[in-house]
């Protein structure tokens, strides 16, 4: 019969064609991710069991305690007045000293005068700069990284006046820089042709004349000091005298009115008392060994100069007290520190002499004694040593060179390792 008979099924062979690629694209895909398991694992499994050894150099360090802050430089100051009508120019370089009815400025009857005599003076400097420097060439050093490194103090020295506004510090530095780089030149063998140089400046001199444009008088002082071009208004706003007794609030005073202060045009100032002083708030944790009367090495953060001070004031604190104004004394001179007002700085105190080595190169025995391991001959050799000062960071080791097993000079210390014990071999 029609009806029972089963119908039949026509299939078509593309979608067995389709599912078998499918089937295909599947099972590469969890290839290529089974592969980039395994790869992850064993780049894991290698890193874990494979670390690569790094060193440092055992040398002989200066560590010190130290204080960072913020200081505010007090010194014995006033603005130079001018009474005269005429334009003034300072005769006197920054951080120069001035004797009684010494010259400070010269007077000149116009600005087209004064001009021409000290383009004139300037060009006389660099003349006899370059005189100077043709008799000494044939003498000169040849250690060209000295000079490279006087030639970067000079650039940032430069920076570092040019973004205070300083212009006598400024055409110091500008001079400065000028003089190492040409020194260069002559030493690395570059020809210099000095004479033509000469010749250029005599001629720039002759035109000039300064003999017609010369001062018509100077402006002197009845006192002598130290001479600054660099002023902010705040000369005689400080207690200089009475610094000593300064307390937190009369600081935070100060600090707000030498922070908004900017420089000022005027002649200059003049540094009565050689001795100055920097002042800068503390907690009574910040000067724990610290005494007043001892004395401290200040570095400035912003340079390489370290200042030698004496603190007068609010080391030794009576019992209670947390905050105080440490005052530090000092008597050393020259134009950087006379154009100062507030700094970044440093204060040095307990020096420590010895190897210092990073936290991450420090283990502990199983005596419990803190020691590091030294790379000798591919051979890993545990040192031991007395820890004489230690910070989060790092540590200092005694040096004894008499002990056995203490740490060496020039030692490999380990900072990275896997595994390390005594006698273990890196090939």
Request: charged content about 25%; hydrophobic content about 40%; some cysteine.
């Amino acid at each position: 019969m029609a009806d029972s008979k089963a119908k039949k099924v026509n299939k078509n062979p593309n979608d067995s064609n389709v599912k078998e690629a499918k089937i295909r694209a599947d099972v590469l895909v969890i290839a290529v991710v089974l592969l980039l398991i395994a790869g992850y694992i064993f780049f894991e499994a290698y890193n874990a069991t494979h670390v690569e050894v790094q060193t440092i150099t055992a040398v002989s360090s200066t560590v010190y305690e130290t204080v960072e802050a913020k200081a505010l430089v007090v010194r014995n100051e006033h603005i130079i007045n001018n009474n005269s009508n005429g334009i003034t120019v300072s005769c006197v370089e920054d951080g120069g000293k001035v004797k009684v009815n010494g010259n400070i400025a010269m007077l000149f009857s116009s600005e087209e005068d004064a001009k021409r005599y000290t383009s004139t003076i300037g060009l006389r400097d660099e003349l006899d700069y370059y005189i100077n420097l043709e008799s000494k060439a044939a003498g000169m050093a040849t250690d060209v990284a000295s000079i490279d490194k006087d030639i970067l103090e000079d650039v940032n020295s430069y920076i570092r006046s040019s973004a205070s506004y300083h212009d006598g510090a400024l055409d110091s530095s500008a001079l400065a820089l000028n003089d190492k780089l040409t020194r260069r030149q002559i030493i690395i063998g570059e020809k210099v042709d000095i004479s033509s140089v000469k010749e250029s400046l005599q001629s720039q001199i002759n035109e000039l004349d300064a003999s017609s444009c010369a001062p018509t008088g100077f402006v002197t002082t009845d006192e002598s000091g130290v001479y600054s071009s660099f002023t902010d208004g705040l000369e005689s706003a400080f207690d200089y005298k009475g610094i000593s007794e300064i307390d937190t609030e009369s600081f935070d005073k100060y600090m707000k009115m030498a922070s908004d202060a900017r420089a000022t045009k005027s002649l200059g100032k003049l540094i009565t008392s050689y001795e100055w002083y920097f002042c800068c708030k503390v907690s009574a944790n910040d000067v724990r060994g610290i005494n007043d009367g001892d004395v401290l090495s200040v570095a400035l953060k912003n340079s390489d100069q370290v200042i030698e001070c004496e603190v007068v004031s609010g080391a030794t604190l009576d019992l209670g007290v947390e905050e105080s104004v440490l005052v530090l004394k000092s008597s050393e001179m020259n134009g950087q520190i006379a154009a100062m007002r507030v700094e970044d700085i440093e204060i040095r105190f307990n020096e420590y002499d010895g190897f210092k080595v990073p936290s991450n190169a420090i283990h502990v025995d199983d005596d419990g004694n803190k020691i590091v391991y030294a790379l000798v001959a591919n051979q890993v050799v545990a040192r031991s040593g007395e820890i004489i000062y230690s910070t989060k960071d790092y540590a200092v080791f005694k040096y004894s060179p008499d002990i056995d097993n203490s740490i060496r000079l020039y030692d490999q210390i380990i900072t990275q390792g896997k595994d390390l014990h005594n006698g273990k071999v890196y090939t």
